[in-house]
């Protein structure tokens, strides 16, 4: 059965439950950011299995790019829950900075048919 749908916030609680049951909590700052390149490393890698030149070897693991985006965004709301930051605000700032700075970059696609 499907879960209903979840907002960051929600998102980011979920996290932050799970990391308040240990007595270690969340790692430092500089830990975290280790943690998060070893997971982009681990996402680069199926990446390139998949549509790159190397083939994954016979006895590696059956990783998906779906497991390592979610290794990498589990460690990014660890983060900002450390660092007491609201990512949903954090998504609003970054979307209204992309829609003003970079508002003219690309090609619309509905500019194409004008």
Known sequence: MPLKERTLADIQRDVDAYISQF????FSPLSML??????VGELARE????YGEKPKKSDEADNSVEME????LFIVLCYANSLGIDLTDTHLKVM??????DAD???RKDTDSR
């Open 34 to 39: 280790a943690r998060m390149t070893e997971e």
């Open 23 to 26: 007595k270690e909590g969340y």
């Open 96 to 101: 209204h900075k992309f829609n003003t700075r």
């Open 105 to 107: 970059r690309w090609t």
């Open 47 to 50: 990446i390139n299995h998949l």
């Open 69 to 72: 985006l979610g290794d990498i």
